[in-house]
């Protein structure tokens, strides 16, 4: 007897038991299409996302508000660093860069302001920050302060991992060197 006779005979003897395996069947399809269609909707939005970063980080897209700068073409503001002297555009900087840190999530724990000249880089104001901060909120808080106004330059990065006892934060401590342009006195 073949297996197409047997199902036959199946079906014919007993109709219930047919029914049921059918019914089986449309379930597990139905199953199975809208498992793929979540995955690939689920696919679709990270795609979606990482397009957006890329976009933002080439400087193709403008930030939205949501991400810390102004919602225009161009960020407005002085590409230097403002202050009658050089200690007030030294206070200006750390508060641009402890106001970044706090927007994304982040701790500021010291900073030291560096207005000493330095031959190689005249008019330049320094800090060097110690900071706790998220993965994800480090890469918007460098995307913020070199993308911004005034025009900033991270020359100095240290990440450290969390300690095991702080993995519950998830924070990264991180020593972050800053300097700005400063115009001088006008």
Same mark, same amino acid.
């Not at 597990?28 to 890329?54: C, G, I, K, P, Q």
């Given at each position: 007897? $073949?297996? !197409?006779?047997?199902?036959?005979? &199946? !079906? +014919?003897? $007993? *109709?219930?038991?047919?029914?049921?395996? /059918?019914?089986? &069947?449309? %379930?597990? /399809?139905? /199953?199975?299409? %809208?498992?793929?269609? %979540?995955?690939? #909707?689920? @696919? #679709?939005?990270? %795609?979606?996302? +990482? !397009?957006? &970063? &890329?976009? @933002?980080?080439?400087? @193709?897209? *403008?930030?939205t508000a949501k991400n810390g700068a102004l919602p225009g073409n161009e960020p407005s503001g002085s590409p230097y660093l403002d202050g009658a002297t050089v200690t007030i555009a030294g206070a200006a900087l750390l508060q641009r860069v402890a106001n970044a840190v706090g927007r994304y999530g982040g701790n500021t724990l010291s900073s030291q302001l560096d207005v000493q000249p330095d031959p190689s880089n005249p008019g330049f104001v320094s800090i060097l920050s110690s900071i706790e901060i998220e993965q994800r909120g480090l890469q918007e808080l460098l995307y913020d302060l070199e993308a911004g106004m005034p025009y900033l330059f991270i020359g100095q990065l240290d990440v450290q991992a969390p300690e095991s006892a702080d993995q519950k934060t998830g924070k990264l401590r991180v020593l972050l060197g800053v300097s700005g342009k400063w115009q001088g006195a006008k």
């Open positions: 007897m $073949s297996k !197409a006779a047997s199902i036959e005979a &199946l !079906a +014919t003897q $007993s *109709p219930l038991a047919a029914s049921a395996v /059918f019914a089986t &069947l449309i %379930v597990v /399809f139905v /199953f199975v299409s %809208v498992s793929s269609l %979540v995955d690939t #909707y689920s @696919r #679709y939005a990270d %795609v979606t996302a +990482t !397009a957006d &970063l &890329l976009a @933002r980080l080439e400087g @193709r897209k *403008p930030l």
